[in-house]
Each structure stands twice: as C-alpha cells, then as structure tokens.
C-alpha cells in the first residue's frame, strides 16, 4: 500500500512471452498490492509465463477482443478487488515499471486523480527510439487534441496509465470501442467529467519485441483519434451527444 491506499497494477497482455518477465520482475512488490493479467487470447506462451512468475490474479479471455476490450476485463477486475488506485501498464517492456510509485503515490495523496506517463516530456521518445514517423504524429495529433478539448497535455497516445479509483467508477469506459482508440475515449471521458491529468516524464524504449501497430493502424488510429476530439468539442457545444459521455451504469 501507498498511504493506506491499495494500488492494483494491471497488465493487458497480447503475445507478450518474450518481454513479460522483464516488466513483471521490475514491478516494486513492496508497493503493490495486487498484480492482474489479462491475456487477449495469445498464440504464444504467455499464459504459461504468468503462471510460472506467479501472477495472482490471471484471466484468460478465449477470443480476442482487442486493445480496449482487454482494458475492460482489466479494470473490472482492479476495482471488484477493491482497488483505490489502479495503474495499467504495458507488459511490453517499453515503459519502466519503476515509475509505478511515483505515479500512485500522486494519486494516493490526492494531488490528481489521474497520472500519465508522457513519452515526449523531455527528450524520451526520440532517445528511446520512437520512429520519426510516429514521433511527428503523436506531437500533431496531440496539438490538435489540446486545440480540439482546450487542454494541454503533452501528449495523449501513451500506454502507461494511473487511474483513481473514483475516476474509473464515474467514466463509462465499458461504451468505449474495443481497438486503440480506447485509450483516447478515455481521455476525453475523463475531462468530460471534470478531472485533470497529471504527467511524469518516462523513458520509453522501442525494440522488436516491443508491441506496436504498423503504419496502415497508426493512419487509421490517427483519424479516430480526430473522430474523439470532435465528438468532445461538438458534445461541449451542445451541438451533438454521444453515448461515451454518458454516466455508466452500475448494478
């Protein structure tokens, strides 16, 4: 626990056998109280890695549902054991699970209620590899985000993410999509609901075995990415409602 709040680090896991081990090795135990995998139906042996390491809390989906529909299982599971603060990281190994207590302890104490770990603070993205490509991508598409949502974050497409639990109850991420644009639903929905987002500078590496979408995805991402923007600015307006800033139901 951090402050006496119970910190749960979820890991929405797809084929990820050969980087599971570093991430869960990294993440400090002595804070976290409870670690959850979700496997979206992987071909390789990363099932059978989280059972060795003795990951606690396994689910197992037995088709895929994607990026966002693994989040969901995720989520659900964080908070029905209790979680005050709920940290989702990749298990990818691209961001270091060593920033996991700063990031819950901001939240633990208070100070937000949501934390992101931003890549293109600092000089982390272009020094951990991050292509050129996706580099001037991510900082256009954020620019227009910011313009679209009158915030100012640095960047909004990273995967490593802390959640309060009273953030996660009052945001209905389950009418979110279930491919990548998940996270960016989320995003919104959480301004939408009045809350803001801390950041914290992050190292990020890129390498082979790290996940990451093709050029063709990323095109495809960057417009739905637009598409969320403007749903939240025309929803603001009062020119449009759409069914992702609804409250969630809950039973």
Known sequence: MILGKKIVVVLPAYNAARTLERTYQEIPKDAVDEVVLVDDASKDETLQIAHRLGIRHIIEHERNRGYGG???????????????????????????????????????SGLYPVVFGSRILGKGARQGGMPLYKYIANRFLTLAQNLLMNQKLSEYHTGYRAFSREVLLKINYHANSDDFIFDNQMVAQIFWAGFQIAEVTCPTKYFAEASSINFRRSVQYGFGVLGVSVQYALQKLGLARFKIFEPPTRD
């Open 70 to 108: 693994n989040q969901k299982t995720c989520y659900d599971k964080a908070l029905s054991l209790g979680a005050d603060v709920v940290i989702m990281l990749h298990p990818d190994y691209q961001y270091t699970p060593k920033l996991i207590v700063p990031m819950a302890y901001i939240i633990a």
